[in-house]
């Protein structure tokens, strides 16, 4: 299986929003609502930001969103912090019951 | 407040077979699945498989042939075999908790264990 689509960067500014894509098939992002993201600072284990395409865990700000169109799912985060410089990984279960990650993401705030 | 702990060998040989427990505090491990993901260093996450009570097994397609991963809910563990290992399983070893029933929402993480092969 191969990984899940990212960008390999993205950046902005303080107070800006992006979003970070994560392309995958019909056989796993495009089929399910179990695409998840993770933020992992250098050093770190990753840090569960959503879940279930749109979830946040309790403890995640709300800064942090998620959503998906067809094979493609995305990650936004609004007002941009300084802490939010990270990497970030998506996920998605598969139709062979597996899981799989997106190539990573990083994230420079300006 | 849940908390998990890998362990075992940092070091291992080619063609030997890596081993690594991890240990599972302040929380039960039933209903639970439970994984193991790894990283080489510099690259991105890779799933190795999960277990889900003692006999329940998923593993990635690549590594099905050379991987069992095992749990002892007695001692509140469950563990990692990697056999015939190579340079390319060097990584930072994660083991985790989803509470999804196997869906991937990973809640949970160990700090992560690198093990390094090489003769």
């Known amino acids: 299986q191969s990984a899940l689509t990212q960008p390999a960067s993205v950046s902005g500014s303080p107070g800006q929003s992006i979003t970070i894509s994560c392309t995958g098939t019909?056989?796993?992002?495009?089929?399910?609502?179990?695409v998840s993201w993770y933020q992992q600072h250098p050093g770190k284990a990753p840090k569960l930001m959503i879940y279930?395409?749109?979830n946040r865990p309790s403890g995640v700000s709300n800064r942090f969103s998620g959503s998906k169109s067809g094979n493609t799912a995305s990650l936004t985060i609004s007002g941009l912090q300084a802490e939010d410089e990270s990497n970030y990984y998506c996920?998605?279960?598969?139709?062979?019951?597996?899981?799989?990650f997106g190539g990573g993401t990083k994230l420079t705030v300006l | 407040q849940v908390q998990l702990q890998e362990s075992g060998p940092g070091l291992v040989k080619p063609s030997e077979t890596l081993s690594l427990s991890c240990t599972v505090s302040?929380?039960?491990?039933?209903?639970?699945?439970w994984a193991w993901i790894r990283q080489p260093p510099g690259k991105g996450l890779e799933w190795i498989g999960y277990?889900?009570?003692?006999?329940?097994?998923t593993y990635h397609p690549s590594l099905k042939s050379r991987v069992t991963i095992s749990v002892d809910t007695s001692k509140n563990q469950f563990s990692l075999r990697l056999s015939s290992v190579t340079a390319a399983d060097t990584a930072v070893y994660y083991c985790?908790?989803?509470?999804?029933?196997?869906?991937?929402?990973?809640?949970?993480w160990g700090q992560g264990t690198l093990v390094t092969v090489s003769s």
């Open positions: 996920s998605s279960y598969t139709t062979s019951s597996t899981l799989i």
């Open positions: 985790a908790r989803d509470s999804s029933r196997g869906y991937g929402d990973f809640d949970y």
């Open positions: 019909s056989s796993d992002v495009g089929g399910y609502k179990y």
């Open positions: 279930e395409v749109t």
């Open positions: 302040g929380g039960s491990m039933s209903s639970y699945y």
């Open positions: 277990i889900y009570s003692t006999v329940s097994t």
